[in-house]
C-alpha cells in the first residue's frame, strides 16, 4: 500500500528508462489495484509486464463489495497476480484453502499466479520451517493439479525477513528452495526442475547477486527495493547472471 499518481510517474519513468537494459530476465511490477491502469499506461511498449498484489475468489461481477476479480485484471492487462502473501495470509485471515482456490481461480483466467509460501519466526525455531511449506504448497497442488505449476511462480518469503532488515543467508534460502522443488519433484519431476522459485524476503542490491547465484533461486519478489528504480533495477540486472 505505497505510491500516489506522482511518484509511481516517477518511478515508472525510471523503470521504462533502464528496462531495455535487462536481458533474459523477466520483469513484472504489481502495483496497488487502484493504480493498475494508470502503470499500465506508463508501461506502454515496455519489456516489463503488469501484476496485480490480489485478487477474489469469485471469477465474475456480483455483489462483492470492495473486490477484484480476475475478469477485472484481464480487462487491466495484468499479466500476474501475487496470491498468498504473508500479510494477506496473517493480516486477512486468507486460508491455505482460499489461496488455493485463488490460484485455481487466476489460472482458469490465463492469469500466472505468483504463489508466496513462507513461515514464522516461530515456525522456523521451532523446526516447523519445511512442515508449514509443505502444507502450504500441498494445498495448492491438491487444487489444481501438480501439471498446472508450469503456469506458476512459487515465492519463498521468510515472514520473518519481510520489512524487518534481516535476511535468509544465501544458503538458508537455497535449503528451503531445494526443499520446495523436491516437494514438488515428489508429484512431477518434470514440471518441479522447470517451476520458478524466487525468493522474497529483504533482497536489495548488495545481497541480490549472492541469493541468485544459488542453484534453485531463480528470481526475487521484491518489496521495499522496488519503489527506487535504481535499486530494483540493479537488482533485475543481478538476475541475469
Not at 93 to 122: F, H, N, R, S, W
Not at 159 to 180: L, M, R
Amino acid at each position: 500500500m505505497h505510491g500516489n499518481k506522482a511518484s509511481i510517474l516517477s518511478l515508472m519513468t525510471g523503470l521504462n528508462q533502464q528496462a531495455s537494459d535487462i536481458e533474459g530476465v523477466d520483469v513484472a511490477v504489481c502495483p496497488p489495484a487502484i493504480y493498475l491502469d494508470y502503470v499500465s499506461k506508463q508501461l506502454g511498449g515496455s519489456s516489463i509486464a503488469l501484476g496485480a498484489q490480489n485478487m477474489a475468489t469469485e471469477p465474475e461481477q456480483g455483489a462483492f463489495t470492495g473486490e477484484v476479480s480476475s475478469t477485472m485484471l484481464n480487462d487491466l492487462g495484468c499479466d500476474y497476480v501475487i496470491l498468498g502473501h504473508s500479510e494477506r495470509r496473517s493480516l486477512f485471515g486468507e486460508t491455505d484453502e482460499m489461496i488455493a482456490e485463488k490460484v485455481a481461480v487466476a489460472l482458469k483466467a490465463g492469469l500466472k499466479p505468483i504463489l508466496c509460501v513462507g513461515e514464522l519466526l516461530e515456525e522456523r525455531e521451532a523446526g516447523l520451517a519445511e512442515q508449514v511449506i509443505g502444507q502450504q504448497l500441498d494445498a495448492v497442488v491438491d487444487k489444481v493439479g501438480i501439471e498446472q505449476f508450469d503456469q506458476v511462480v512459487v515465492a519463498y518469503e521468510p515472514v520473518w525477513a519481510i520489512g524487518t532488515g534481516k535476511t535468509a543467508s544465501p544458503e538458508q534460502a537455497q535449503e528451503i528452495h531445494a526443499f520446495i522443488r523436491q516437494r514438488l519433484a515428489d508429484s512431477n519431476v518434470e514440471v518441479a526442475e522447470k517451476v520458478i522459485i524466487q525468493y522474497g524476503g529483504s533482497v536489495k542490491p548488495n545481497n541480490a547477486k549472492a541469493l541468485f547465484s544459488q542453484p534453485d533461486i531463480d528470481g526475487g519478489l521484491i518489496g521495499g527495493a522496488s519503489l527506487v528504480a535504481d535499486d530494483f533495477m540493479a537488482i533485475c540486472k543481478a538476475a541475469q547472471g
